[in-house]
């Protein structure tokens, strides 16, 4: 006859441990995102097409290699389209649906619930900058410059627009929110270095989009991954303002329902 320690099948009721709640969040993040096909469209295929087609057609004039030229551009883009348009859209129908209701009375806190999307926005773009680097190596691309300083404006990028995403989702209603991202997304592309350099556009013009995020992101990474630059330190310091203001904006205006 077996005995068993007292208390061994004695129920122990509790919230798991933090790290694994948030990990378990993020995972979950993950697969949801993946298995939206417009998600995966928008935050893998189209910046591939784009940095192939862009590479190999000549359709617009830039200055020295294209394909130096344009990859640092499509990753910037890459980078804005996971964690700005795709994590806008998602939570602002989140919190339309009360998912973001139901998910603040559970017991992972709400900075826990951000901390787990960031952290699935993190991988994503893990696998974005991959896939991409891998494209442009085939095309014959040759980066330069500091793999920290390259990490550094990837954070940068990916703080500012994910406290981009949540201060829209968390103040308008999914319509609105889901319009602004992609004209956001779209204003960007145009004028955010990725297809012109900004040399392109008039003095006054060029002065005021280099104070804005994607500008500052895509032509950081072309001065590290084209030029060599150790730390540009005017798109540095561009992308470490606007993450202070919007951190600061999103934490005091985001709703949860």
Partial sequence: MTTT????????PGRAPLTRMITAQAAMELRITLRRG??????????????????????????????????????A?????????????????????????RLGASPL????????????????EIGQI?????VALLLGWSPRGSFFTVVLLVLLGTTVFSALALLLAGTLRAEATLAAAN?????????????????????????????????????????????GALLPRHDVAVLVVWAAVLVTATASTFRWE
């Fill in 77 to 101: 883009l890459a980078i804005m389209s996971t964690a700005f348009t795709g994590q806008a859209i998602a939570t602002g129908f989140e919190r339309q649906y009360g998912v973001l209701k």
């Fill in 38 to 75: 417009e998600s995966v469209l928008l935050t893998l295929i189209i910046p591939v097409l784009m940095l192939f087609g862009l590479a190999r057609v000549d359709v617009i004039d830039v200055p020295g290699s294209r394909i130096a030229f344009f990859t640092p551009g499509i990753l």
């Fill in 183 to 227: 004209l956001i997304w779209f204003v960007f592309l145009v004028s955010g270095g990725v297809l012109f350099p900004l040399s392109r556009f008039s003095p006054a013009v060029r002065d005021l989009l280099r104070w804005l995020p994607l500008p500052a992101l895509a032509d950081g990474m072309r001065a590290v991954l084209r030029d």
């Fill in 5 to 12: 320690a007292p208390g061994t099948f004695t129920p122990q």
């Fill in 130 to 134: 991959a896939v991409l680097s891998v």
């Fill in 109 to 124: 806190p709400r900075w826990g619930l951000l901390t787990a999307k960031t952290a699935a926005v993190v991988v994503l």
